[in-house]
């Protein structure tokens, strides 16, 4: 376990990674200005805007939600054109209407990228002309492979929920090796910029910790708890927890707040919490208290937020109307604390 010490030296560290995008600036500089071009053609647009979502800063990092940064008029023949100024790497998605065209592609200041999508599905098609289309072609066949694939989505989704506790363990480690097997393959000997290889790869090992954690809660559910040793909880290492190149990775903090929430749960079943038997037990208390003790910041930051929206019922609605409404990620804190008198 990780022991709480205040410690705030990771903060630059997440500053620095917070994703801020601006639209505009001359292309035929932009190699040079952190300029960052997609453009492409899509053949039927559901609408006539493409937009673009990323992380505006590191509350949506935190509460995994992706904001509308700038958007794309499509033109008549189906043309688009982003120009993003950036000063870090940027994960992203390109939606039109209620259509998600990509999801989490990759993508650099400088870099130059062609994206069209074609055929009844808009299925996206990136021109493989640079090592940054390299890159994005490797992330969406790698989703295609292992998450989309229809055999494969099925054993993913349902089959595997239905292993026994052995069996799962196998299945978790194949498809892990099947993965890194995937990206070896894919890129061979090639140097890759190592934002883009932190992202691949920790895309890889948190999405395995995180199918692991969430088998857990789904035995719960259904009422058919496992009891899994300390091999099982192999990641349980502290460069694994607290990653400060993980931020970069959606499942990264999907990872913090399901190891928090399994260590919660996991002491319950072994009727060590409250400790007060006389209290009533206070989920997102013994939760919130994890974290503190727990992580240091700005780990815990992304576990103590994520819980605090999540308690006020939604996620997405109830940040969004802290947002619109000038309030802070501080000022949902205070809130919470308030409403279970932790002042």
Not at 231 to 238: G, L
């Amino acid at each position: 376990m990780i022991s709480h010490s205040g410690n705030n030296i990771f903060v630059f560290s997440i500053l620095s990674l917070v994703f801020v995008v601006f639209a505009g600036c001359n292309s035929d500089r932009h190699k040079n200005s952190g300029i960052a071009i997609i453009q492409g053609n899509i053949q039927f647009p559901v609408n006539d805007k493409i937009y673009f979502y990323s992380y505006a800063d590191s509350a949506d990092i935190y509460l995994e939600n992706k904001s509308a940064m700038d958007s794309s008029m499509v033109d008549k023949k189906g043309n688009y054109i982003f120009k993003l100024r950036c000063k870090n790497p940027l994960v992203f998605n390109l939606e039109s209407g209620n259509k998600n065209l990509v999801t989490n592609l990759f993508i650099s200041p400088g870099d130059d990228i062609t994206i069209n999508f074609s055929g009844k599905n808009n299925i996206p098609q990136v021109t493989p002309f640079s090592k940054a289309a390299e890159y994005n072609v490797y992330l969406i066949k790698f989703l295609d492979a292992f998450y989309l694939d229809p055999l494969v989505k099925q054993q993913y989704y349902i089959v595997s929920n239905y292993l026994d506790l052995n069996q799962f363990i196998s299945y978790n480690e194949e498809r892990k090796q099947s993965q890194l097997q995937f990206f070896k393959g894919f890129f061979r000997e090639d140097s890759l910029k190592k934002e883009f290889k932190d992202y691949a790869l920790n895309t890889i090992y948190y999405g395995i910790a995180v199918d692991k954690l969430v088998y857990l809660w789904k035995k719960r559910m259904k009422g058919e708890p496992v009891s899994a040793d300390s091999s099982y909880f192999n990641f349980e290492t502290p460069s694994f927890i607290e990653n400060k190149d993980g931020f970069s990775c959606p499942a990264y903090v999907r990872f913090l707040n399901l190891y928090i929430k399994d260590i919660y749960e996991r002491m319950v079943e072994r009727g060590e919490l409250p400790h007060d038997k006389k209290k009533i037990l206070s989920p997102p208390v013994e939760k919130y208290k994890l974290a503190l003790q727990l992580l240091n910041r700005p780990y815990r930051d992304a576990v103590l937020y994520h819980m605090m929206a999540d308690d006020m019922n939604s996620v997405a609605e109830k940040y969004d109307s802290h947002r619109s409404s000038g309030l802070s990620l501080d000022s949902m804190r205070s809130a919470f604390k308030r409403k279970y008198s932790l002042e």
